[in-house]
């Protein structure tokens, strides 16, 4: 009987994640198979001379319980879901099966089709990850010599996590800051997730945890585990799709396949109604000067109108008036060209 397909590494776990600045690595590409060994190695030399000198960081437990020693280092390329499952079919394991305990050779993967790098430390009794990721959406322009994986995703001990890390500053000349992810942003991919699942592929149980700060030594409360039943998955979606109609699950552009309303186009302004009627007054009877002027003002006061006509005039040129709204073209309302035409 054959092992089956292990689960790929971002599915059901939890990492501690951390932003990591450009990685240095000189001449040697980073995502090729020898680069990968050579710190595969190195970083198994580490650990199993920390555990021969007596110190255990392999377990990181405080209860005296051990994960016993290192069996295994690997620095692997690590691609999408259908490169991992046709990377660990069964056939390709079978020279790793026969040289237990080694290195084994890096997958089949090309640089340019990797997503990151996943390290993997087995020990006898526990299997600890860490993975590089890129970002796909916005790769950045490293210099020459470096490469840039910005995200770390560490699952390990604390004191094991500890020496990774160190490893990594030290070995890339690179820095490590934890990242905190805020609770809106938490909220919003939820949302998101579910939003892009088909109703029926949410029909199953949902567990949500909620983990608390462990900055204040004298609390006990760490995380609080929330499971929804498939028939309360349905009932909040449902509840969501009719508070949220224009979020509504399944209903998209209603325009698209015509079953919906259009949407009515917006009404005129009142500046645009006036200049309009302007225009046709303009172009159909070619009215005189003074008459433009006291149609220019928009509440009906011709007094003040004559008066503006009147200074302009005997200006010899001019606008006729100065209204609220930026004006026509002046060439219609100019004194001297409008008597120039006639």
């Known amino acids: 009987m054959t092992d089956p397909i292990p689960k790929y590494p971002l599915y059901d776990a939890t990492f501690t994640a951390y932003r990591l600045s450009p990685l240095y690595h000189?001449?040697?590409?980073?995502?090729?198979?020898?680069?990968?060994?050579?710190?595969?190695?190195r970083l198994r030399d580490i650990l199993r001379g920390d555990i021969l000198r007596g110190v255990d960081i392999g377990g990181g437990n405080t209860d005296g319980s051990t994960s016993g020693t290192l069996e295994r280092c690997t620095w692997d390329l690590i691609g999408d879901e259908v490169s991992w499952q046709r990377l660990h079919q069964p056939g390709a394991e079978e020279q790793e099966a026969e040289q237990p305990g080694e290195l084994t050779d890096a997958p089949s993967l090309a640089p340019s089709e990797a997503r990151g790098i996943h390290v993997e430390l087995r020990y006898q009794k526990a299997t600890y990850t860490a993975i590089l990721l890129r970002d796909p959406e916005n790769p950045s322009a490293t210099p020459p010599d470096f490469t840039s994986l910005p995200l770390l995703l560490v699952?390990?001990?604390?004191?094991?996590?500890?020496?990774?890390?160190?490893?990594?500053?030290?070995?890339?000349?690179?820095?490590?800051?934890?990242?905190?992810?805020?609770?809106?942003?938490?909220?919003?991919?939820?949302?998101?997730?579910?939003?892009?699942?088909?109703?029926?592929?949410?029909?199953?149980?949902?567990?949500?945890?909620?983990?608390?700060?462990?900055?204040?030594?004298?609390?006990?409360?760490?995380?609080?585990?929330?499971?929804?039943?498939?028939?309360?998955?349905?009932?909040?979606?449902e509840r969501g799709a009719a508070l949220l109609p224009s979020r509504a699950l399944g209903k998209g552009d209603k325009n698209a396949d015509g079953g919906g309303k259009k949407k009515r186009p917006a009404p005129p302004s009142p500046v645009e109604k006036r200049w309009a009627g302007r225009r046709?007054?303009?172009?159909?009877?070619?009215?005189?000067?003074?008459?433009?002027?006291?149609?220019?003002?928009?509440?009906?006061?011709?007094?003040?109108?004559?008066?503006?006509?009147?200074?302009?005039?005997?200006?010899?040129?001019?606008?006729?008036?100065?209204?609220?709204?930026?004006?026509?073209?002046?060439?219609?309302?100019?004194?001297?060209?409008?008597?120039r035409g006639r």
Do not use: K, W
């Open 155 to 237: 699952r390990m001990p604390a004191a094991l996590r500890a020496t990774f890390n160190t490893y990594l500053t030290t070995a890339f000349d690179t820095r490590l800051a934890l990242l905190r992810l805020p609770s809106r942003f938490l909220c919003t991919t939820l949302e998101s997730i579910l939003c892009h699942t088909p109703t029926a592929d949410l029909l199953t149980r949902l567990q949500l945890q909620l983990s608390f700060p462990t900055a204040c030594s004298a609390a006990t409360l760490r995380n609080i585990d929330i499971t929804l039943a498939p028939g309360d998955i349905a009932s909040f979606v």
């Open 280 to 339: 046709r007054d303009v172009e159909g009877e070619n009215e005189d000067a003074e008459d433009e002027g006291a149609d220019v003002d928009a509440d009906g006061e011709s007094g003040d109108e004559e008066e503006v006509v009147a200074g302009s005039a005997a200006a010899g040129a001019g606008r006729l008036s100065v209204p609220q709204e930026p004006p026509p073209p002046y060439e219609l309302h100019d004194p001297a060209i409008v008597g």
């Open 26 to 41: 000189g001449p040697n590409p980073l995502l090729e198979e020898p680069t990968l060994r050579m710190h595969a190695r």
